[in-house]
């Protein structure tokens, strides 16, 4: 059974910075893509970024430039830095891993921005 763990949640001050992980307990390139997912409260899940086993990256708009998604394949890991931070941003982010039309998820890390 696919595992993912995330980790660095945390609550910060608007403008500051947080660095979230995911750990898989396999090989992450055996997966179609990774991502990350959030939910605000009173919101539906939302896309945040993904990263293909090609290594293409998307952003949704609302992160571009400020979001950055990465890979540590040696470690099994997938990773979110996230600059600029704004309350808008507050929400629990998921991890999930795709592979062929299945979606695996983890617990989620809860963000809290504070004004």
């Known amino acids: 059974q696919v595992q993912l763990v995330e980790s660095g949640g945390g609550l910060v001050q608007a403008g500051g910075s947080l660095r979230l992980s995911c750990a898989a307990s396999?090989?992450?390139?055996?997966?179609?893509?990774m991502a990350w997912h959030r939910q605000a409260p009173g919101k539906q899940r939302e896309l945040v970024a993904f990263?293909?086993?090609?290594?293409?990256?998307n952003y949704a708009d609302s992160v571009k430039g400020r979001f950055t998604i990465s890979r540590d394949n040696a470690k099994n890991m997938v990773s979110l830095e996230m600059n600029s931070l704004k309350p808008e941003d507050t929400a629990v982010y998921y991890c999930?891993?795709?592979?062929?039309?299945?979606?695996?998820w983890g617990k989620g890390t809860l963000v809290t921005v504070s004004s």
């Open positions: 990263i293909t086993s090609g290594g293409t990256t």
């Open positions: 396999e090989n992450i390139l055996r997966f179609n893509a």
């Open positions: 999930k891993a795709h592979r062929n039309g299945v979606n695996y």
